[in-house]
């Protein structure tokens, strides 16, 4: 059974920095594109990054180019987002999610499995 659980959020001042975990398990993760998204109440689910666990190949939204940083921990079978100069539109549910295909185009509906999201809150 496949599953993905995030840790990490939490309430934090403008400015600050926090890192997100995504514990992965189930089954090898070899190969699979791992991703990062958020919504906000009310708003779509929006793509932060993506990351393949063979070759660390990243790519990002181009809103969050400069803050955010994905990158994964093999031994640990994880992967994080750190996120630097924290703004209160960043205040969001963010979830961790996975697929098996080969190649993604970031929209939410490519990835088969997701965690249960970590709430991050910005206050000014």
């Known amino acids: 059974q496949v599953q993905l659980v995030e840790s990490g959020g939490g309430l934090v001042q403008a400015g600050g920095s926090l890192r997100l975990s995504c514990a992965a398990s189930g089954r090898t993760f070899r190969s699979a594109i791992m991703g990062w998204f958020r919504q906000a109440p009310g708003k779509d689910r929006e793509f932060i990054a993506i990351?393949?666990?063979?070759?660390?190949?990243?790519a990002y939204a181009d809103s969050v180019k400069g803050r955010f940083t994905i990158s994964l921990d093999n031994a640990k079978n994880t992967m994080y987002l750190q996120i630097n100069s924290l703004k209160p539109e960043d205040t969001a549910v963010y979830y961790c999610a996975a697929t098996f295909k080969t190649s993604v185009s970031g929209a939410y509906h490519e990835y088969e499995y997701w965690g249960q999201g970590t709430q991050v809150t910005v206050s000014s």
């Open positions: 990351i393949t666990w063979n070759g660390g190949n990243t």
